[in-house]
Structures are given as C-alpha cells and as structure tokens.
C-alpha cells in the first residue's frame, strides 16, 4: 500500500509512515486474523439487550454491524437482527408508558 500523505510504498502491516509518520488506515483497523478469532461479540451483545434495552440493542447492534463489514459478514445476521428486535421492542415499551 501507499502513504496517503507522502506517496511512499509501504508494507501492508504498517501503522505508521515511517517517512512522514502520519498514520495509515492499519492504525484503525483490527487486524484480519484477529477480528475472526474475535468474533462479533457486539452483535450478539445487541442481540440479547435489545429484549431488555432497546437503547442497548440499537448501539450495540449497530456497531456488530460496523463491525461485521469487517469480519466476512460474521455476526450480520444478529446486528440485524437486534437493529429490528430493538425498534419492536422500543414501541412495545412506549405503548406500555402511553
Ligand atoms: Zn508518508
């Protein structure tokens, strides 16, 4: 890859530019292998608060889903669903106050 400040050709591992040492993309984003290992905790987290806390589910499953852009799709399928299951819920709640 290359520097988005100098131009300069860069190993793909970088974090820094060791010309200019302005920070490349790597410095942001969770290594590959790391990120399967790691799962997608978020979305599942999102998943189970969303029946309790919606507030919760709507945070947490729309960072799973951030995250599961970045993970091959793992952990979508929850995000989603704890997206929908946290706005169901959040009427559910507000008719019970109404
Ligand atoms: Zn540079």
Redesign the pocket.
């Known amino acids: 890859m290359y520097?988005?400040?100098?131009?300069?050709n860069?190993d793909n591992q970088a974090v820094v530019?060791p010309?200019?040492?302005?920070a490349t993309d790597n410095l942001y984003a969770v290594p590959v292998e790391e990120a399967k290992k790691e799962g997608n905790g978020m979305a599942l987290a999102g998943f189970i608060c969303s029946f309790f806390v919606p507030l919760l589910g709507w945070i947490f499953g729309g960072i799973g889903l951030s995250r599961a852009k970045k993970r091959e799709g793992k952990g979508k399928g929850f995000s989603i669903a704890a997206l929908v299951i946290a706005s169901v819920m959040f009427f559910v709640y507000l008719g019970q106050y109404v």
């Open positions: 520097c988005k400040n100098c131009g300069a860069l530019c010309y200019c040492g302005v």
